[in-house]
């Protein structure tokens, strides 16, 4: 059984910086892909980036290239979500989410598993 587990959210001021960690296990994850998502109240839940576990490929949603910065340390089963240059619209509970993939995957409903989230809030 996969299990996902986030931490790193808390309360920041706007431009300022937080690492979002997801812990993952449960199997390898050599043929997967590594997602972050956001869900602001009162808004669908948004794609944010994505990480190929096997080599490293990443993707960006529009709204955060180059402030956001996914990557992955394969020893420790970890995804990072590294976020700069916060801004109070960044509020919201961040998910990581994980799904059997070799081509990337920005659908929320195209991940099989899901974080319980973390929750960030950017104060102006």
């Known amino acids: 059984q996969v299990q996902l587990v986030e931490s790193g959210g808390g309360l920041v001021q706007a431009g300022g910086s937080l690492r979002l960690s997801c812990a993952a296990s449960?199997?390898?994850?050599?043929?997967?892909?590594m997602g972050w998502f956001r869900q602001a109240p009162g808004k669908e839940r948004e794609f944010l980036a994505a990480?190929?576990?096997?080599?490293?490929?990443?993707d960006y949603a529009d709204s955060v290239k180059g402030r956001f910065t996914i990557s992955r340390d394969k020893a420790k089963n970890t995804v990072y979500l590294q976020m700069n240059s916060l801004k109070p619209e960044d509020t919201a509970v961040y998910y990581c989410?994980?799904?059997?993939?070799?081509?990337?995957?920005?659908?929320?409903?195209?991940?099989?598993?899901w974080g319980q989230g973390t929750q960030v809030t950017v104060s102006s």
């Open positions: 990480i190929r576990w096997r080599d490293g490929n990443t």
């Open positions: 449960g199997r390898t994850f050599s043929n997967y892909y």
């Open positions: 989410a994980a799904t059997p993939s070799i081509v990337v995957i920005t659908r929320d409903f195209d991940y099989d598993y």
